[in-house]
Structure formats: structure tokens, C-alpha cells
């Protein structure tokens, strides 16, 4: 069974040439790569008026950018920061926000789900969030700030000032 809470979270963005989108809205009325079956593409290019054009793969998506046949590819952050990282994306960036957060959690056998497993994989997981750990690991890995880690973080932080004792 999946725990709770989620430890990460991940969205479609957008990979494009430096400079060339700023914002979503920039998209309306341009042709985008897509991957086909994406359960966002219909959202985005409803809600940007973007024209998706899909491609069963990814390498055909990411070569129709590269010969100038979309202004941007839309697909998940995590494999586009994985891309930018590679080394073979110079001159594209991220440059949008991700849109549509889709959490991440661990899974454990679903007989261990409020057992002793399940409770340990949990507790981990509250930890990574309370302690700023997975905030550490961006950095470390130089993965692009997600919002999402930074808001669970936050909201994992205890008010102890009741602890301070005094009056």
C-alpha cells in the first residue's frame, strides 16, 4: 500500500531554448511537443491554447524541438531536469513553473501498511520533509527548487515556542 505523507512531487513544465518562454501564456496559439497519452495535454493546450502535437516517443518529441517544429516540449520535470543535466541541452532551459503537482509516495506489501514497516516508511518520509533533508538533496543533486518540497517542508515545521516554558 502507498504511504503517507508523499516525499516528493513532480508536474509537467516545459523545455525550450533560453529565452523563448517566459510564462505559459506563451505558448497560446504555438505548436508544442507532447508524448502521446499524457493525461495533461488536453488540460494545457485547453488551457494555454496551445496546439499539442504528439509523439508516440520521446526521442521523436525531443528531435521535433531540436529541428524547430515546436516552441517547447511538455512533459515531467524530473526526466527534463534529468536532460538539462545530461550536458546535451545547452541553450534550453526550464523556464516555467510546474503546473498540475503530482505527488510522489513510497509503497510497502499492503499487509505492512500499519505495521511496523509501513509506520518506519512513513516516519522516514515526515522526516525528509521536517528536517529539510530532501531541500539538502536539490541542492546536492542541483535539481531545479521544486515549490512543492518547499511547502511540505514548511508545513512539517512545529511551533515549539510553548516548550520555552515562561509566562
Known amino acids: 500500500g502507498i504511504i503517507e505523507p508523499a516525499y516528493w512531487?513532480?508536474?509537467?513544465?516545459?523545455l525550450a531554448k533560453d529565452g523563448v518562454i517566459k510564462d505559459w501564456k506563451d505558448i497560446a496559439g504555438k505548436p508544442v511537443c507532447g508524448k502521446q497519452g499524457n493525461y495533461y495535454n488536453k488540460q494545457v493546450e485547453t488551457e494555454y491554447d496551445a496546439t499539442i502535437i504528439s509523439f508516440t516517443g520521446n526521442t521523436e518529441a525531443k528531435?521535433?524541438?531540436?529541428?524547430?517544429?515546436?516552441?517547447?516540449?511538455?512533459?515531467?520535470?524530473?526526466?527534463?531536469?534529468?536532460?538539462?543535466?545530461?550536458?546535451?541541452?545547452?541553450?534550453?532551459?526550464?523556464?516555467?513553473?510546474?503546473?498540475?503537482?503530482?505527488?510522489?509516495?513510497?509503497?510497502?506489501?499492503?499487509?505492512?501498511?500499519?505495521?511496523a514497516w509501513g509506520v518506519f516508511m512513513s516516519g522516514m518520509a515526515y522526516r525528509w520533509q521536517s528536517s529539510g533533508k530532501l531541500v539538502e538533496l536539490e541542492k546536492k543533486w542541483k535539481v531545479?527548487?521544486?515549490?512543492?518540497?518547499?511547502e511540505q517542508?514548511?508545513?512539517?515545521?512545529?511551533?515549539t515556542s510553548y516548550l520555552q516554558g515562561g509566562n
Open 63 to 115: 528531435q521535433a524541438l531540436r529541428d524547430g517544429k515546436c516552441i517547447a516540449w511538455l512533459y515531467d520535470d524530473a526526466p527534463i531536469m534529468a536532460d538539462l543535466a545530461s550536458g546535451e541541452w545547452e541553450g534550453y532551459e526550464m523556464a516555467v513553473p510546474v503546473l498540475y503537482d503530482n505527488p510522489w509516495a513510497a509503497a510497502v506489501p499492503l499487509a505492512e501498511v500499519d505495521k
Open 9 to 14: 512531487s513532480s508536474g509537467p513544465t516545459l
Open 153 to 159: 517542508h514548511e508545513k512539517a515545521q512545529w511551533d
Open 144 to 150: 531545479k527548487p521544486s515549490d512543492w518540497v518547499a
